[in-house]
Structure formats: structure tokens, C-alpha cells
């Protein structure tokens, strides 16, 4: 009797899942691993499912891509540009509108929050707190002395041929707490907690975990978003000053090896560094901070049921993110302008 190895093209297959009510994962892989034979050596399947179980198990997978034919495992291979492009600006459009979607569910949550704070889980959200700030305080201090340092050494350059090195402090201080620092450390937080927020809500929806919230009446908005996009809001605000303190720190090594006195340095940080300045800064980072926090759970809920999907959201939370800190910078650049602050 010929095995599976031995079938060919005209040849059939009889698969008999009547009988079967539960699939687990060997099951699972035996099913896909048939399929995948079919596909590549021709072979016709003929499988008798009631029970709907081969149905299942196949509906998590991509049929027509287990062939090892380019031709056939990428579709999109065949197609002209102009479909390429069609098909991308769909795809983008439909991410908005689940992004808009879930930024609704946010903000009606956090509303009935107002009305019943008890909802929320504090000690889940100290705890991402704490991962998100506590944590990332080493690489976000590192990252901010270093860019200190660099845009000392870059001032220094350009104003001694002027004899002014003493107002790089002043350019520092001012790009720091307006620009740089909300800027820098809200690419840190993306990289470093936006893409884990993903990851992280990403594995429990391929393990089935919010559906198990949501049967038990658990809305995973509030459950799993809120507590992290309220902690990604109000650790930001603390990264930056650190971040901003490590780069002044950074400026201060720099000034007194070109023969400025650490005491004028601080002086012109101090009168450059005007309570406006702050706010504003401040004012960016907690933006920016949201930002993080709503696209890593939004990606993170609508990721598929497959390992590949929850890198795939891993990877467009960060896009994202570093995306729209970009246009709200500058928003915020021409807002601050017109307004004169």
C-alpha cells in the first residue's frame, strides 16, 4: 500500500474527521503537514469533516502558501505595481480605521473610569510603571548624557570661531527641554515598551487569553490597555527629566574641557531654562507618552493567531509610534510658533 510520499499528481487521499471532536497540537500538525504534501507533490485530498475540526485547523493557516513555489507561496509576485500600491493604501486605510476604532473604545473607558475609578487596576498599572520607567532609567540616562555630550561637542566647534562657546549651554539647555529631550526619550520608549506592549497583549490573543476575559465579561480595554497606556502617559514626563539632566550633565564635561567654569555653565542653563520651556517640554513627553501607549495596544489587539503576527505587531507598534511622534512634533512645532511660547 503506497504511503504519503508515494502519492502523486491524479492520485487521491481519503481523510475520515467524522468521528474526531477534539484536535490538539499534534493533531493540528498532522492535518497541516498532509496539506502541505498535497500542495506540493499534487495530490488530491478527500476529507470528510461534520464536525468542522479539519476546517478549524486549517482556517489558522494559509493553504495556498504551503506550496514551495514562488510563484504560488506570493501571490503578490504576480501583480503590477499599481495593484501593489492599490492593495497598500487599502491596507493603511484599514489600519487607521481600526486605529480610530480603538481610540474610541479608549476614551469611553477612561470616561466610565471617571465615574468608576475602582475599575482600574492600580496594581497593574505600577507595575508597568515600573517596567516602563524604573527599568528603562539606565538606557534613557546613557542615551541622554551621550546626546549632551555630542551636541556640546558639535556647539563648541561651530561658536568657538566666534569666541561665544559659553552660550552652547544656553543652545543645550533650550533644545534639551523643548526638542531633544521629549524627542529621544519618546523613541526610547517606543523601541523599548511600545513594541513589548504589543508583544505582550499580542501572546495572550494567540493563547486565547482575552478571549477568555471576554467571556468572562472582562472588556480587554480596560483590562489590558488602560493600565498601560496610563503608565506609558505618566512615566514619560519622568524619563525626560532624567534624560535631560544626563544631557546637561553631559554639556557641563564637555564646556569645562574648551576652559568654561562649571559655575557659568549652570548659570546660563538656569537663566535659559524658563519655566515655559519646561511645560512645554513636559507637555510634548506626556503626548508622546499616550502615543506610545495607545498604538503598542492597539497592535497588540489586533494581532493574529499566528507567532509570525505577534513579531508582525511587535514591528508596526514601533513604526507606528516613531510615525506619529513625528507629525505631532510637528504639530506641536507650528502650534508653539503661532502662538509665540
Known sequence: MPGVADLGKGDSFSLDADRVKLCDGAGEALIVELYRRS??????????????????????????????????????????????LGQAVVRIGADIGEQMAFLGEVSVAAFTLLVRPGRLRLRDTMLHFERAGIDALPITVLIGFLL?????????????????????????????????????????????SGSAFAAEIGTMKVNEEIDA?????????????????????????????????????????????????????????????????????????????????????????????????????ATAAVVGSLILITIFDGIFAVLFFLLGV
Open 213 to 313: 476575559l471576554t467571556t468572562f465579561g472582562l472588556p480587554p480595554v480596560v483590562f489590558l490597555a488602560l493600565p498601560r497606556v496610563i503608565a506609558a502617559t505618566l512615566v514619560m514626563p519622568i524619563l525626560t527629566i532624567f534624560s535631560v539632566l544626563a544631557g546637561l550633565v553631559g554639556g557641563v564635561i564637555v564646556l569645562g574641557s574648551v576652559n568654561v567654569p562649571a559655575a557659568t555653565y549652570w548659570q546660563h542653563v538656569i537663566a535659559s531654562s524658563s519655566l515655559n520651556n519646561i511645560l512645554l517640554g513636559l507637555l510634548k513627553s506626556a503626548v508622546f507618552g499616550l502615543l506610545v501607549g495607545l498604538v503598542g495596544c492597539s497592535h497588540g489587539l489586533q494581532t493574529g493567531r499566528t507567532a509570525d503576527a505577534v513579531g508582525r505587531a
Open 39 to 84: 500542495a506540493l507533490q499534487g495530490f488530491a485530498i478527500a476529507c470528510s469533516d461534520k464536525r468542522q475540526v479539519v476546517s478549524r485547523t486549517l482556517g489558522l493557516f494559509h493553504v495556498e502558501r504551503f506550496s514551495e513555489d514562488p510563484a504560488l507561496a506570493d501571490p503578490l509576485r504576480k501583480t503590477c505595481t499599481s495593484v501593489q
Open 148 to 192: 549632551g555630550l555630542i551636541l556640546a561637542f558639535q556647539s563648541v566647534a561651530a561658536l568657538r570661531q566666534f569666541g561665544v562657546e559659553v552660550y552652547v549651554a544656553d543652545l543645550i539647555a533650550i533644545g534639551l527641554f523643548r526638542e531633544l529631550g521629549p524627542l529621544i526619550t519618546a523613541i526610547i520608549l517606543a523601541g523599548r
